[in-house]
């Protein structure tokens, strides 16, 4: 419904967040808490917007968070889950090698998303680095952002991949 | 099966580092390297260091040799027992000894498993076991007297030989008293056997393991690794991992070794990729 109250929580599509790819170790637990504090912020039964295998990351995330003893209250805004994350090619030991271009795609990715702006991404050059935009381009479709609620939870390339978490708010266009 | 070592539990899939600590002058490995007793706590430390969970604490080497009494057994492990039981009280304390005099012994100072390695030769060995609450390590050596080398020995089926053996013994120790979860059986590769038993025995371990009893394997260094590669002791170190790969694959839990760091190594490879395990870290391809 227009002009609905949104919540959003952006997180990476990292598969390592899943259960079945589980180690003794968790190489991503840091991660893995800030994904689930976002996720647990929209209060329960979010939307998802996210490629089919990122997908299968958000239905863990909200599994978990469903899953706990303490569930929070229902926030007064429709909450949905943005699957998405910047390039892939930051590191010589990145999975996409190192792309001279990947940190200033990062950085103007990043820039657009504090800014409200998540569809400002060139998706050309998206798909050259590897980054995965399409949860960010149907977010832009759907919800304005209120660049003024913007909050990082977690910035980092651990592997040479540019992930962020973010908490946003807007309404439904 | 869980497993329960004297003090210790242990998961049902877990597996288990038994390293050899030899508190002899002449073993076959170490040619009395920890015949000291210092070095054989030095021994204890490096082992306890690289991770293994027991430590197999033997007075007489297995092979024939100069006679040693109960008595000297007793004065070349009781005391190094209760050292190390004081040192390392996380650490799981077997001793390699068939005589039930010792058992008691070596129980009194804070064994937790007594490992007969020469197949039940004293029947009163697993009362001692009972009345201690310690764990027994039932081994088949088709009858074979204890510190003697296989002559023409051969065998109809010389894994059902080994079943029904290390099955019976475990049987008995039960109806003696012994814990049903602390009864473990071993093939007891070349003891009673050629080169040919042993392998055999390797690669139709899974049958051992389907008895449902925790199995143990003993195959370090040992002759049928050097006859089937031509390698002398001190050569037979990928020999053993592949044995011991083998032994992994079909379930082995307990892994009696030299070398800890390079088993345990092996065997979480193994049990991993047999899906018992996960792997330590993964991030290869899921970033």
Redo the contacts between chains.
């Keep these: 419904m227009s002009g609905e109250p949104v919540r959003i929580a952006l997180v990476p599509g990292?598969?390592?967040l899943l259960p079945s790819?589980?180690?003794?170790?968790d190489?991503?637990a840091d991660l893995r808490a800030a994904c689930l504090d976002a996720v647990a912020w929209l209060g329960p039964g979010p939307g998802v917007l996210a490629s089919e295998q990122g997908g299968r990351v958000a239905a863990y995330l909200c599994g978990e968070v469903s899953s706990r003893d303490s569930v929070p209250p229902r926030p007064p805004a429709q909450g949905v889950v943005v699957v998405a994350n910047g390039s892939?090619t930051r590191t010589e030991k990145a999975?996409g090698h190192l792309d001279d271009r990947a940190v200033g795609f990062d950085d103007d990715l990043r820039a657009a998303l504090g800014a409200g702006r998540p569809g400002a991404v060139d998706t050309d050059l998206a798909r050259e680095l590897w980054a995965d935009v399409g949860g960010l381009l149907r977010l832009a479709q759907e919800v304005e952002v209120d660049p003024a609620s913007v909050t990082i939870d977690y910035d980092a390339d651990p592997?040479?991949?540019q992930y962020w978490v973010m908490r946003m708010e807007g309404v439904r266009r | 099966m869980t497993l329960r070592l004297g003090r210790h539990t242990f998961a049902d899939d877990a597996t288990l580092m038994m390293a050899i600590v030899n508190r002899t002058p002449d073993s076959f490995y170490d040619k009395g390297a920890t015949w000291a007793e210092d070095k054989a706590f030095e021994r204890v430390r490096l082992v306890v260091e690289q991770g293994a969970e027991i430590v197999d604490i033997g007075g007489i080497k297995a092979a024939p040799g100069v006679e040693i009494d109960a008595a000297e057994e007793k004065a070349r492990v009781v005391d190094f027992v209760a050292q190390v039981r004081e040192t390392f009280p996380g650490l799981v304390i077997s001793v390699d000894t068939w005589r039930a005099e010792v058992g008691r012994a070596v129980c009194e100072a804070g064994a937790d498993v007594l490992n007969d390695a020469w197949g039940g030769a004293d029947p009163e060995l697993v009362d001692v076991a009972a009345e201690f609450g310690a764990a027994m390590i039932c081994t088949h050596t088709g009858g074979a007297t204890p510190r003697t080398r296989p002559y023409r020995v051969e065998y109809d089926d010389v894994v059902r030989s080994a079943i029904e053996d290390t099955v019976g013994y475990a049987e008995r120790a039960l109806a003696a008293g012994v814990a049903r979860e602390s009864l473990v059986i071993d093939p007891a590769h070349d003891f009673g056997k050629n080169t040919f038993h042993s392998l055999e025995v390797t690669r139709r371990l899974d049958e051992m393991v389907a008895t449902g009893w925790p199995v143990l394997v003993s195959l370090s260094n040992k002759d049928f690794v050097g006859e089937t590669l031509d390698l002398p002791v001190g050569e037979r170190l990928t020999g053993t991992l592949a044995a011991t790969a083998v032994c992994a694959l079909a379930g082995a839990r307990v892994y009696r070794v030299h070398e800890v760091v390079e088993t345990r190594q092996t065997v979480d490879m193994v049990w991993t990729i047999a899906g018992r395990?996960?792997?330590?870290?993964?991030?290869r391809?899921?970033?």
């Excluded at chain 2, 395990?277 to 991030?283: E, F, H, Q, S, Y």
Aim: aromatic fraction near 8%; charge should be positive.
């Design positions: 990292v598969l390592a790819y589980g180690g003794l170790e190489p991503v892939a999975p592997f040479g991949v | 395990r996960p792997p330590r870290r993964a991030i391809g899921l970033q």
